[in-house]
């Protein structure tokens, strides 16, 4: 079974603070692709981060990066320098095989990240 | 570039009524797919459409239903509608040739009472 675990409920930082959203997950695939998703409070799931199993190199991009570890069945979020507009509830999800990055989404319950000024 | 557009964006039903929600996926996107977020949840895979048919099914009752139409639009339908029915209900499309991921949209916020 396909499971993703994201054991941070809620995260409050400081402005300028830097903060690390944790993501555990399971699967039986060989083949299989880890996201990252923001949900802002209009409810649209954007877009972050696909990282398929093959690479585990980590990636950054502006302030945002991303640590897979297949070892430890990780895919930590860190945010450098946190700001207001960082406020909202963050998902990873993973995808199996079948049918490559289009197959089912499962999703995390969920991380909120509160920026304080 | 438009990005998925869904209908409506509020609705209120009552128990035992039947609601119809609408998706029109990015321009270039053939793949639709449909998911529910309960409150405080993360959304739960309900079924993909490709090529006007069901492709994949999540765990959910056959009250739940679906279609795909040529131009790649989609509804979902859900029957007898439960309290527990309340939920956001989103809409995600992709290519099916393009192995890159689903683009989102902003979801229909359905109340049953």
């Known amino acids: 079974a396909q499971k993703v675990t994201q054991a941070q409920t809620e995260i409050s930082v400081v402005e300028k603070e830097d903060v690390t959203l944790d993501c555990v997950y399971e699967?039986?695939?060989?083949?299989?692709?880890l996201f990252w998703y923001k949900q802002p409070p209009s409810g649209e799931l954007v877009f972050l981060i696909r990282r398929n199993s093959f690479d585990e190199q980590n990636e950054i991009s502006g302030r945002y990066s991303w640590n897979f570890q297949k070892s430890t069945s990780s895919f930590n979020f860190t945010i450098t320098a946190s700001q207001v507009v960082d406020s909202a509830v963050y998902f990873c999800?993973?995808?199996?095989?079948?049918?490559?990055?289009?197959?089912?989404?499962?999703f995390g319950t969920g991380t909120l990240l509160a920026v304080q000024p | 570039d438009a990005g998925v557009t869904q209908s409506p964006t509020h609705l209120i039903k009552t128990r035992g009524q039947q609601v119809t929600l609408r998706c029109s996926p990015k321009?270039?996107?053939?793949?639709v797919s449909w998911y529910q977020q309960a409150l405080g949840q993360g959304p739960q895979f309900i079924f993909q459409y490709y090529e006007e048919e069901e492709r994949q099914r999540g765990n959910f009752p056959d009250r739940f239903s679906g279609h795909q139409f040529p131009n790649y639009s989609s509804e979902l339908n859900v029957n007898a509608l439960l309290l527990g029915d309340s939920a956001l209900y989103l809409c995600?499309?992709?290519?099916?040739?393009?192995?890159?991921?689903?683009?989102f949209g902003s979801g229909t916020r359905l109340t049953v009472v």
């Open positions: 699967t039986r695939d060989t083949t299989y692709y």
């Open positions: 321009s270039g996107h053939d793949t």
């Open positions: 999800a993973l995808s199996g095989s079948y049918g490559g990055a289009t197959n089912k989404l499962i």
């Open positions: 995600a499309s992709s290519l099916q040739a393009y192995n890159y991921g689903y683009t």
